[in-house]
């Protein structure tokens, strides 16, 4: 069994920032990329940021420069740093991993979501 549990949500001013971060737990041997998506009122789940096992990261294009994404490989644990936080960022964001865990059928890599915190920005 895994998890994926957030931490770090919560509510900011326009131009702050925040810091999400995400650990997995339970029987994994190993992991592909982990990363986050977020879920604004009304729209799709949309791509954020993701980071893979050699470290190259990705960043959908409206939060390039602005957040970053890392992992701490020990710990299974990948953080989000958000800067100049803006209200359109207002979502549910949610931890994802691709990953290998003792119950993969065939060892093949399985997606997994967290639960999602809510960030939200406004003055």
């Known amino acids: 069994q895994v998890q994926l549990v957030e931490l770090g949500g919560g509510l900011v001013q326009p131009g702050g920032s925040l810091r999400l971060s995400c650990a997995a737990s339970g029987s994994i041997i190993s992991i592909n990329a982990m990363g986050w998506y977020r879920q604004a009122p009304g729209k799709q789940r949309e791509f954020v940021a993701t980071i893979v096992s050699g470290g190259r990261a990705d960043y959908a294009d409206s939060v390039k420069g602005r957040f970053t994404v890392s992992r701490d490989s020990g710990k299974n644990t990948v953080y989000l740093e958000m800067n100049v936080l803006k209200p359109e960022d207002t979502a549910v964001y949610f931890c994802?991993?691709?990953?290998?865990?003792?119950?993969?059928?065939?060892?093949?890599?399985?997606?997994?979501w967290g639960r999602g915190t809510q960030v939200t920005v406004s003055s």
């Open positions: 994802h991993a691709r990953l290998i865990s003792s119950s993969s059928y065939y060892y093949t890599p399985t997606d997994y």
